[in-house]
């Protein structure tokens, strides 16, 4: 999912009506603003739902490192299903979902998710809702910069700039 918003941000919806059930935060994104999201949302009686395309958070400070060849790719990269597991212990549960979010209805509070493999619809109803897709690079407009510059967002980026420099 694409967005050009580098912030989190959350409905400001009061908790659900029924207190006996679990508040439901959908935290779409797997960048910093969203681990920290679900660092603080992992609490009892919340049940939280993690969206991204992306399996992994990817510590991008290290991404230079691992262009050059100080450290492997994998070692700036963390599983999600590892950091959603750990909140899972506090939280009434934690789950992580491999898919792009592509609609969100905030009058019924859901949000329409589609999986990379089959193209699978899923809607996700909430309670709150973190937005924390994070953003692309920016060109600046300068001309040509967008297709030859090389950046430093994605594990991908990394992997470019290492092949080179070989």
């Given at each position: 999912?694409?967005?050009?918003?580098?912030?989190?941000?959350?409905?400001?919806?009061s908790?659900?009506?029924?207190?006996?059930?679990?508040?439901k935060?959908?935290?779409?994104?797997?960048?910093?603003?969203?681990l920290?999201?679900?660092?603080?949302?992992?609490?009892?009686?919340?049940?939280?739902?993690?969206?991204?395309?992306?399996?992994?958070?990817?510590?991008?400070?290290?991404?230079?490192?691992?262009?050059?060849?100080?450290?492997?790719?994998?070692?700036?990269?963390?599983?999600?299903?590892?950091?959603?597991?750990?909140?899972?212990?506090?939280?009434?549960?934690?789950?992580?979902?491999?898919?792009?979010?592509?609609?969100?209805?905030?009058v019924?509070?859901?949000?329409?998710?589609?999986?990379?493999?089959?193209?699978?619809?899923?809607?996700?109803?909430?309670?709150?809702?973190?937005?924390?897709?994070?953003?692309q690079?920016?060109?600046?407009?300068?001309?040509?910069s967008?297709?030859?510059?090389?950046?430093?967002?994605?594990?991908?980026?990394?992997?470019?700039?290492?092949?080179?420099?070989?």
């Open positions: 999912s694409s967005s050009s918003s580098n912030s989190s941000s959350s409905s400001n919806s908790s659900s009506s029924n207190s006996s059930e679990p508040e935060i959908v935290i779409l994104g797997s960048g910093w603003a969203a920290s999201a679900l660092r603080k949302c992992a609490s009892p009686d919340k049940s939280i739902v993690v969206v991204s395309p992306r399996p992994h958070f990817l510590y991008t400070p290290l991404l230079a490192s691992s262009s050059v060849g100080t450290i492997t790719l994998r070692s700036a990269c963390e599983p999600l299903r590892a950091l959603v597991e750990r909140a899972a212990e506090t939280a009434t549960s934690a789950t992580f979902v491999r898919a792009d979010a592509r609609e969100i209805d905030t019924r509070k859901t949000v329409l998710a589609t999986t990379d493999s089959h193209r699978t619809r899923l809607e996700l109803s909430y309670d709150k809702l973190v937005i924390a897709v994070g953003s690079p920016n060109t600046f407009n300068i001309p040509g967008k297709d030859h510059a090389l950046f430093l967002k994605e594990a991908e980026d990394s992997a470019k700039l290492h092949a080179r420099l070989r």
